[in-house]
């Protein structure tokens, strides 16, 4: 990594001090949110110009490519890959194999796949929006970079339930697990069920208008049964944290049978209606004849946990 990256990485610290001279601090608030955008432009120029080196390195190393036996087809093939930050644009080298093959070897030492479009990452993204919200508006939450449908696909391509867990250092008393599953359009007339989970340490609240979840991990069970699918993620939390430390595990999901063993393999589990689902029942239940009158006593005894005074005003709804 040389010349390339260092003048990049100059002209983003260059950019940043521009951007402060200019804008001043009088309104701090708007000149870092000027700072966000020229950060993000600039770390994904960054970023491609550290492919754009390692690309380079690789065609100098003339010696090692002939003893694997790669030959240079074509230079400078562009490529857009989507990553959270936005579109990374890159050009790399595309090589002849001894064995009649071809590679593109910089897209593969960077871990992107022949026709991946979206990172790993940003679908992990989509898995987690997925257990909290419809698909459509996980797809309008990414800021209009894809499609529903793309959501759909990319959720299908990610083939390992979950990546490899690393121990964290200090277990939190509390674990939050969403699940859910979502209906994915396959090839015309074909779909499947996909089984969604998202393991989190729980809710940061420190920003009033926009909450996030806390160290998420993030599962998809596509082509498993819902037994394997469930006994791979309670493996990969025992593998991620110490168990008898964790004090409550809440499962927040909209009652799917196929849940249940979820939490029959978790010390500790508490089932929690998820919000997504909870105001999709409700709006079933209050468009009844009658019902809009009880809205308010039903959503306070949810929230108080009084099932006494919930079942009787759901009775009298019945009733009508």
Same mark, same amino acid.
């Given at each position: ?48 110009? +550290? ?17 694997? =036996? ?29 064995? =009649?093959? &071809? ?12 026709? #991946?479009?979206?990172?790993? #990452? ?30 759909? &696909? ?66 998809? =069970? ?5 037994? +394997? ?34 939490? +029959? ?56």
């Amino acid at each position: 990594m040389g010349s390339i990256i260092t003048q990049t990485a100059i002209e983003l610290v260059e950019g940043i001090i521009r951007t402060i001279e200019e804008n001043g601090l009088s309104n701090i608030g708007r000149t870092a949110e000027t700072l966000f955008g020229n950060i993000v432009k600039g770390t994904l120029k960054l970023l491609s110009s +550290a492919v754009s080196e390692m690309d380079n390195a690789v065609l100098a190393a003339k010696k090692e490519r002939k003893l694997d =036996g790669l030959t240079v087809k074509e230079r400078n093939v562009p490529r857009t890959f989507t990553t959270k930050l936005g579109d990374l644009h890159y050009s790399r080298t595309y090589f002849s194999q001894k064995d =009649g093959g &071809n590679i593109y070897l910089v897209d593969h030492l960077i871990g992107v796949e022949a026709n #991946e479009r979206l990172s790993k #990452e940003l679908c992990a993204e989509f898995v987690q929006m997925a257990s909290e919200m419809s698909m459509q508006k996980a797809a309008k939450s990414s800021g209009d970079l894809v499609s529903r449908q793309t959501v759909n &696909n990319k959720i299908l391509a990610m083939k390992e339930p979950v990546a490899e867990m690393e121990r964290v250092k200090n277990t939190p008393s509390e674990l939050h697990i969403f699940a859910d599953e979502d209906h994915v359009h396959l090839r015309p007339k074909k779909s499947a069920i996909v089984p969604l989970i998202t393991v989190t340490e729980g809710m940061d609240t420190s920003n009033d208008k926009r909450h996030k979840t806390i160290a998420p991990v993030h599962f998809q =069970g596509f082509g498993m049964s819902n037994d +394997a699918f469930i006994e791979d993620v309670v493996a990969a939390i025992y593998e991620r944290y110490d168990i008898d430390r964790v004090k409550n595990v809440f499962i927040h999901a909209d009652g799917g049978r196929w849940i249940g063993k979820l939490g +029959a393999l978790m010390p500790n589990a508490v089932f929690v209606m998820d919000g997504f689902h909870l105001k999709k029942y409700f709006k079933k239940l209050f468009t009844l004849e009658g019902a809009g009158h009880y809205a308010g006593v039903v959503k306070n005894a949810i929230r108080s946990n009084d099932l006494e005074v919930f079942v009787k005003y759901c009775d009298a709804i019945d009733e009508k």
